[in-house]
């Protein structure tokens, strides 16, 4: 009789034992299936930031050169103020984007790319004085445009 207890103790002790590890790593293997979800989630979001903060800029740049040029070769005050009004609007699409990149980014380097290309953008504003001065600045900020894709780029590609 005693072995008898004694084997369905141990039947019972195995068995809650082997529930434990069983539970225990299917703990384990759900949190490493949310880690992962996580990771890609933010790393779809920062590939979102990044391109949406690049067009917006894009987008911008493109406005400044149309009002720029618009200046320099003398239209009309109706077409400038148009234009005016098309760059204010893209110069607002540029801030979501770059809040979410402020967000979601904490590397400095990407940061800094993007803060240099959205001055260089922005500068475009201030280089209506030719159109040597205009097509300069807009290079400039094509430059840091590249610049920037490719810094967050490598930021992406390190943090994969």
Sequence with gaps: MLVTLVTAALAIVGTLLGSIVSGRFQERAAERTVRVS??????RDRLEA?????????????????????????????????????????RSAVTRPMVALRVLFADQAVRAAADEMITLTYALRDAYATTEDLT????????????????????LSRTA
């Design 38 to 43: 996580h990771g890609e989630a933010i790393r």
């Design 50 to 90: 990044v391109t949406a903060l690049a067009c917006a800029a894009s987008d911008h740049r493109t406005a400044m050169w149309v009002r720029g040029d618009a200046v320099l070769k003398g239209d009309g005050p109706e077409r400038i103020q148009t234009l005016r009004s098309a760059s204010h609007m893209t």
């Design 136 to 155: 300069a600045a807009r290079e400039a900020a094509k430059v840091a445009h590249d610049s920037f894709v490719d810094v967050a780029a490598g930021y």
